[in-house]
């Protein structure tokens, strides 16, 4: 207790006191101070009413179409890479075409051309030039799929790019400036824009020079083959029928009784007859003939020509009013033949009979005729309209090439097959099936 009442000793438990608490109060004090220091330093968000928030609004907005602009710039960037690089694939391409490609604007001035072109027309720069300077004074010598195409080269361009018109598989015949002559492939198209405005022609030149030159080769060696085989035929049934003339010739002047006389002239008469048979069916089938182009009844002509040559003509689904356009005397003289060489091919003690059947549709008209023949040997069949070439013992070989020969002029085509059952002849023709009123015009 004395301890403890010591002064000292109190004294210094009150200093210890004041220390801890003034060590408190210091604490709190250094709290609150960073405190308000941090929300000093703090930025406060700023109001609309403040004066600077147009500032700095503007400067906000600045800095975000800065950002825009960089993107723009990339994405430009980007496209003009790609620009680039589909230009200079097409300037490769374009190069390297072994086809010619000129360009012309809507002026029919040339406003690009490859190199091909400019070799294969012989030019070292076409820049500016007319299409009528390009062609100058070349014609085409087809009409390629357009019944209606221009007649020269210059009018075609200007039909692409007036009436926006496009031909194809043309040909001409072009000189070029130095002289040289070829023949030349051309296929024009309009340029049109996305929103459908001309922007020019396009002109793909083809240098047919080369095969324009074999093929004539080809159909040079295949008229001579053919002429070889015409000669032969023309030569062999001369032998035969003069051979048979001289003999009846010869017994004519050792006989003495007048009715074998009679009788061996009778035979001459007849193998001169062959004889002029022979060079009439060839004159038919070399000599060009001017083709009328007129509507023909097909069932009438079948039936005339099945009297004629003593046919049992069956005839289905071939209206009366059905008709070709076409000449009538060389389609009757092409399904007298087929009909004829139907009676030849008779089965012994079988009466001949065809079965001729047509179909229609916008393509033209298909005719079948059917026999109950014979039929060809199948070594045989691709044979058969070879002129002169012929399975028959008394027939010259032309019947069937001048069958083959008429339905081509009439731009048509014919196949055949046979078999025991006999043989069927297909033709097609291209030309339209007339309705009575067409017939009835005639």
Known sequence: MRALANPVVIRMLIGLMAAAFALVVGIILIRKLRS??????????????DPLFPLQTYHAVIERLKEQEKQLQELRR??????????????????????????FNPKCLVQQANPAAKNILGYASMSGLHARDVFRGARLLNRGEADSAPATPTTAVE?????????????TEYATP??????????????????GKSLGAACLISDLTEINHLSRQVRMR???????????GIAHEFKNSLATISGYAQMLAVEEHLEVVHDFARKIESETGNLARVVTDFLAFARPQALRNEPVPLRAVLENCARDC????????????????GDPTALRQAFSNLLR??????????PVEVKVAAATDEHGTRLTLTDNGQGIPQDKLGKIFIPFFTTKAQGTGLGLALVHRIVTEHGGSIAVSSGDWGT?????????????AALAAV
């Open 36 to 49: 308000e220091i941090s929300e000093e330093t703090s930025p406060e968000p700023m109001r609309a009413s």
């Open 78 to 103: 980007a496209e003009n890479e790609r620009a680039r690089a589909s230009e200079n694939i097409s300037a490769a391409l374009l190069s390297n075409l072994p086809s010619g490609v000129l360009l």
């Open 159 to 171: 039909a692409a790019l007036r009436q926006g018109t496009s031909l194809r598989r043309l040909e």
């Open 178 to 195: 130095a002289g040289e002559e070829r023949v030349l492939g051309l296929t024009v198209s309009p340029v049109l824009s996305a929103d």
């Open 222 to 232: 295949e008229n001579l083959a053919s002429l070889g085989e015409m000669s032969a």
């Open 310 to 325: 003593s046919v049992d003509l069956r005839v289905e689904d071939v209206p009366a009013e059905m008709a070709l356009m």
């Open 341 to 350: 060489n139907s009676a030849e091919a008779a089965r012994n003690g079988t």
């Open 424 to 436: 069927t002849f297909t033709l097609a023709f291209p030309a339209p099936v007339l309705a009575r």
